[in-house]
Structure formats: C-alpha cells, structure tokens
C-alpha cells in the first residue's frame, strides 16, 4: 500500500513537472501586425473668388469634385483609430497631409464651422493657380500618428468620381 501510494505520488510530480515544462516551452505570441488609421473624407468649395450673394447662397463648403482654375479645394478628413474607433486629433496625430503631383499640403485640425462649431476635423485649402493644368488631379491624404501608425487615403479609380480640374477660370475677387 504504501508503495502505491509512493508510486501516485511520484507519477503525480511527474505530470507537473511535464504540465510545467510544457507550459514553459510554449511559444511566445507574436505581436499583432500594425493596424492602419482609416481616413475618411471629401473635398469642398472653398470661400476663395467667391461673390458675397455665392457665399451667403450657401456655396462655401458644398461637396464637390471638379473645380476651375482660380477657385479654392478644401480637404476635408477625419482620421479613425482602429482600435478603438475615435477619431483622433492633433494630440495623437504627429502629421495629416496631401500630396499632390507637384507639392505637399499640410493639414490642420480645428473646428468647424469657426464661430459656432459643429464638428472637429482636419482640413487645407488649395487655390487652383490660373496656370495650372487641367485635368485629373491625383492626390493622396496621407496621416501619421505620434505611435508610428499611417494610413492613407486614396481615389476612386473612376475618372468621374476624381478630382478634376476644368479650362474654365473663375475671375479673381479682391478682397
């Protein structure tokens, strides 16, 4: 009996010494891949070379996809956290900007509208030089977070849904 009992006792050490090695050895969990930001946005009228009756019609911050020349594009983005679906502002973004063919637009976050907000996001104004070419214009929306995340923003591949810049030409307006 006693030898028995010795005997489950010993084969009850060896299980956990087995459990333990086991547990011991197991592989490391490898860290989840980056998760990438997810940027949401359109492009609107801005007020530039607007007459006073357009801006107080409601022209100023209408979607919109094709622009001529003289007039101003606003970019405007709001950028998701993933992880956990807030969106993230200038204390958690270390950059947001667009990127055109020929330059690089560094956007702000703020509200909007300024007197009386309503909502926070990041935006940037382009006026369309007279001399610019016409046509599509292709551009990203690239943000940074201070954590070393990105994310970008890209068109749809369809002409009649990207941003167009047409030959008409607005007249400039002094202000």
């Known amino acids: 009996m006693v030898i028995l009992l ?3 006792a010993l084969g009850v050490v060896v299980g956990l010494l087995a459990v333990a090695c086991q547990t011991a050895a197991a592989p490391t969990p490898t860290p989840a891949p980056p998760v990438n930001l997810v940027l949401v946005g359109d492009t ?17 911050c209408v979607q919109k996809n094709r622009f001529a020349k003289n007039e101003e594009i606003v970019w405007r983005m709001r950028i998701m956290d993933p992880a956990t679906g807030t969106p993230m502002d200038d204390q958690t973004l270390a950059s947001v900007v667009v990127r055109l063919p020929d330059q690089e637009l560094a956007m702000r976050y703020g509200p909007h509208p300024r007197d009386n907000p309503l909502d926070f996001f990041w935006t940037v104004g382009f006026d369309v030089p007279e001399a610019y070419p016409s046509g599509l214009l292709a551009y990203t929306v690239v943000a940074t977070a201070k954590d070393g995340r990105t994310g970008t923003f890209n068109q749809f591949g369809i002409a009649a849904a990207q941003l167009t810049v047409t030959d008409e030409v607005r007249p400039v307006i002094a202000e």
């Open 6 to 8: 010795r005997g489950l």
């Open 44 to 60: 609107v009228q801005g007020p530039a070379n607007l007459t006073d009756e357009e801006k107080a019609g409601g022209a100023v």
